[in-house]
């Protein structure tokens, strides 16, 4: 799996400013465009730019796995355009910043017990299977989880129960860990697909080494 700690945009919060699945990336249009090249490789994926509601923090505001681009109802026509270009696009009807609350791989949603219950019905009716669960005590599921179809990494505060629960409905193994030298919330800290990850450029080596064990 290719690994690159770096900024983006000259934030450490790497996993806020894209959306990202096996093969395709969305990024702000003020990225630069080494950090554009260097996520395309690291990633090996096609990178397109647009924001979401007029924002360059993409992965607050949307999801996307190999299937479908989630993107909420409040999202721009030019944005949403952009995106239906590359990819099937499902607008969700929420004013919840569904980035923070959803997280998902090809098959599974894991969500936060406050996300509105019609989206979880909308989410059901694309394929996915849905596990409502708080992790590590934080309502902000989407940011306390980071899955691929391969792996998947959870705050360091989820208990046994929670990881074991996650790990069934996955059907696939995790770990948990920090990254950015402590940052628990890792979704924010962390842009990775099957094929590779994007850390903020804090991230100790300690952590670097759960991280990949985690999603390999």
């Known amino acids: 799996m290719n690994i690159e700690r770096m ?18 990336c969305f990024l702000p249009p003020s990225i630069s465009e ?3 090249n260097m996520i395309s490789e690291i990633l090996q994926v096609k990178t397109v730019k647009t924001n979401i509601y007029s924002s360059p923090l993409l992965a607050v505001f949307a999801k996307m796995n190999n299937k479908y681009a ?3 109802s409040f999202a721009s026509q030019k944005e949403i355009e952009t995106i239906e270009k590359e990819i099937k696009v499902k607008i969700l009807k929420t004013q919840q910043a569904i980035g923070n609350l959803i997280e998902l791989n090809d ?11 019609k989206i979880v019905e909308e989410l059901k009716n694309t394929g996915l299977e849905i ?4 992790i590590g005590k934080s309502e902000v599921t989407g940011s306390s989880i980071v899955t691929t179809n391969k792996g998947f990494l959870v ?6 129960e929670e990881i074991k629960e996650i790990s069934e409905i996955l059907k696939i193994k995790g770990g948990s860990s920090t990254a950015n030298s402590g940052d628990y919330l890792i ?14 450029e804090q991230t100790t080596p300690f952590e670097i080494n759960k991280i990949e064990e985690a999603l390999e």
């Open 7 to 24: 900024r983006i945009m000259g934030s450490i919060y790497t996993g806020l400013f894209a959306i990202t699945n096996d093969n395709l």
């Open 34 to 36: 080494k950090e554009e």
């Open 70 to 72: 989630y993107i909420p």
């Open 107 to 117: 098959n599974t949603a894991i969500v936060s017990k406050i996300l509105d219950e």
């Open 131 to 134: 596990l409502i669960t708080n």
């Open 155 to 160: 705050n360091p505060y989820a208990n046994k």
């Open 187 to 200: 979704r924010n800290s962390v842009l990775a697909n099957s094929k590779g990850m994007i850390l903020g």
